[in-house]
């Protein structure tokens, strides 16, 4: 297979204007001085097994030696700020750089199908690689999110000159679509949807007015029922797939078998940075990711910050970029690096080196009490429960958290505990720091009499000004389906949170978070063309008839980096 390259675009990528945004760049970023100018070929024809071709940019070092060469597949086109953040600062550093649309986009042949055909044209694509005369022998993959899923899809057979990987809140699993015990995620991918479906609109006034618009339509979206039909409004003709995905709710379904690659984490040896944020929607599968590569003695080491999924590239970009050139730099200019397997940003303290995730930390206990406290010590057996109703007409909004979303992240949720839908227990102030490092989890006792509900918990923060911001979210899914007590073990977010002196911690129960998570309707009607609406009323047993309990990874002190 050879490449075909539009001779009137290999163009130069000099100049003086060029010069000073790359220098200005490095600067702004605290990165490694540029070793190397270089040309960019665009629109380079990559043909796949059934004939189809996929459009890539090529950028080229300028340089006799270069370090290695970069695969980079993306859906959102090869444009700013992508052409600048995954092409020329790594150009410029001395890779040649491969930087493709996926099928279905931005001038690629094919239809968009979300992560149906990633595997085999990723596959197609290496062998490609493999017979340009400029090709170094050996590459590495970079990229977030969908391109954190390509690289998953090379990994699930990892190709002899694949030698390292760096993957940024990026997932390999999103069956359902739904983020682990959680709810279908209908604001996520309601609005990534949209997104998609209208990114190559050439009227680029209608694009903006469009965008401008963008949150108060998906807000309408999401609140109109059926969901399917709400949606396909906000859709028009676009995003085909929307239907489907409501159709098959379950992560089991054979209908998700292209969208989920868990076996990557079995098979693939290749060495991979995993980088993620404490608030980005793919947290528990960067982690997850880790831990399972650990496990098998794969070269593996992760770095989480206090971001969301789109932060990463703004507020967290000068970290990210530079440990990226770090891993690539070690395993494909073979530099080395000294780096600890893992580095986490702790909210409210800085940076911590540790050997491992999660940390051996203290265990701390507050249990659920009366009149809404939280406290050190279980209540009476006597102790009465607690209730509230949660109506779908009106359900509990979502206020900050993992979203993908200009909302997401650490956001004042005092709003959200004063609703009645909500029950609020908040402890006494704290006499030091605490630092909770790991995964909380939340036992309660709880029964409903409705068999379909959904349990929401929160964790928050009340400073000293008493303004409450959420830490940790836990989400499970219709979690008992009798009237009868039984507890319920709810894990949620994992987090490193220091707990500043003065401050309190308060725990959030509701019955859901519309619309980061679709709402439960209380009925059996499929999501897709659900219209019927019943109440849940729940109750929070707190001595009588059980005992409901916060379980905290957390001690005066960090965690120690040996």
């Not at 009925?523 to 916060?550: A, D, F, K, N, Q």
Request: aromatic share 8%; glycine share 10%; with cysteine.
């Amino acid at each position: 297979m050879t490449a075909v390259s539009d001779a009137a675009t290999a163009l130069p990528a000099k100049g003086k204007i060029k010069a000073f945004t790359g220098r200005t760049l490095s600067r702004l970023l605290h990165l490694p001085p540029q070793t190397s100018d270089h040309t960019v070929h665009h629109r380079v024809r990559v043909p796949m097994r059934d004939g189809v071709e996929l459009l890539a940019d090529h950028y080229e070092p300028t340089t006799a030696t270069p370090v290695g060469t970069l695969l980079v597949r993306c859906p959102y086109g090869r444009g700013f700020p992508f052409s600048t953040l995954f092409g020329s600062v790594y150009a410029t550093r001395g890779y040649h750089v491969v930087f493709q649309s996926v099928r279905g986009t931005f001038g690629s042949g094919g239809d968009f199908d979300p992560m149906v055909n990633e595997i085999a044209d990723g596959a197609d694509t290496v062998e490609w690689l493999r017979h340009q005369p400029w090709f170094t022998g050996s590459f590495a993959t970079i990229g977030l999110s969908y391109l954190g899923f390509t690289q998953w899809a090379l990994l699930a057979d990892p190709p002899p000159e694949m030698k390292a990987a760096v993957i940024t809140v990026g997932p390999h699993d999103v069956s359902g679509p739904r983020w682990g015990p959680g709810s279908f995620g209908l604001h996520d991918f309601l609005g990534w949807s949209a997104l998609v479906a209208r990114q190559e609109d050439r009227n680029r006034l209608r694009l903006l007015i469009r965008q401008a618009r963008s949150r108060r339509a998906l807000a309408r979206a999401t609140t109109g029922l059926p969901a399917g039909q709400a949606g396909r409004k906000l859709l028009g003709d676009g995003a085909t797939w929307w239907e489907d995905w409501l159709s098959h709710p379950e992560p089991d379904d054979p209908f998700w078998a292209n969208t989920n690659i868990r076996d990557a984490l079995k098979r693939t040896d290749i060495p991979v940075l995993l980088i993620g944020g404490w608030q980005d929607l793919f947290l528990e599968q960067t982690l997850a990711q880790y831990s399972a590569l650990k496990e098998r003695g794969v070269d593996v080491a992760t770095t989480v910050g206090s971001w969301t999924h789109t932060q990463v590239m703004s507020k967290g970009a000068p970290t990210v970029i530079r440990e990226t050139l770090d891993w690539l730099d070690a395993h494909l200019g073979g530099r080395g690096t000294t780096r600890r397997p893992v580095r986490i940003e702790m909210k409210g303290e800085g940076w911590i080196d540790l050997s491992d995730w999660p940390p051996t930390m203290p265990e701390r206990v507050l249990y659920l009490q009366p009149t809404g406290r939280l406290g050190d010590t279980a209540p009476p057996d006597t102790a009465a429960p607690m209730r509230f109703t949660y109506n779908p007409v009106d359900p509990t909004p979502t206020i900050g958290g993992r979203l993908l979303s200009p909302e997401a992240g650490y956001r004042r949720d005092t709003k959200l505990a004063e609703r009645p839908d909500v029950l609020c227990f908040t402890g006494d102030r704290l006499p030091t720091d605490l630092y909770v490092v790991g995964t909380p989890f939340i036992e309660l006792s709880h029964s409903c009499d409705n068999p379909y509900h959904d349990l929401f918990v929160r964790i928050s923060e009340v400073d000293a000004k008493d303004v409450s911001r959420n830490v940790s979210d836990g989400y499970r899914r219709s979690p008992t389906v009798s009237k009868g007590a039984g507890t319920i073990r709810i894990d949620l977010d994992s987090v490193a949170h220091r707990f500043r002196a003065g401050s309190r911690i308060r725990v959030l129960v509701a019955g859901g978070s519309h619309p980061r998570f679709a709402r439960n309707l209380g009925t059996s009607e499929p999501l897709l063309s659900g219209r019927e609406l019943m109440v849940s009323t729940h109750t929070i047993h707190l001595g009588e008839g059980g005992v409901s309990r916060l379980v905290l990874p957390a001690g005066s002190q960090p965690p120690s980096g040996h």
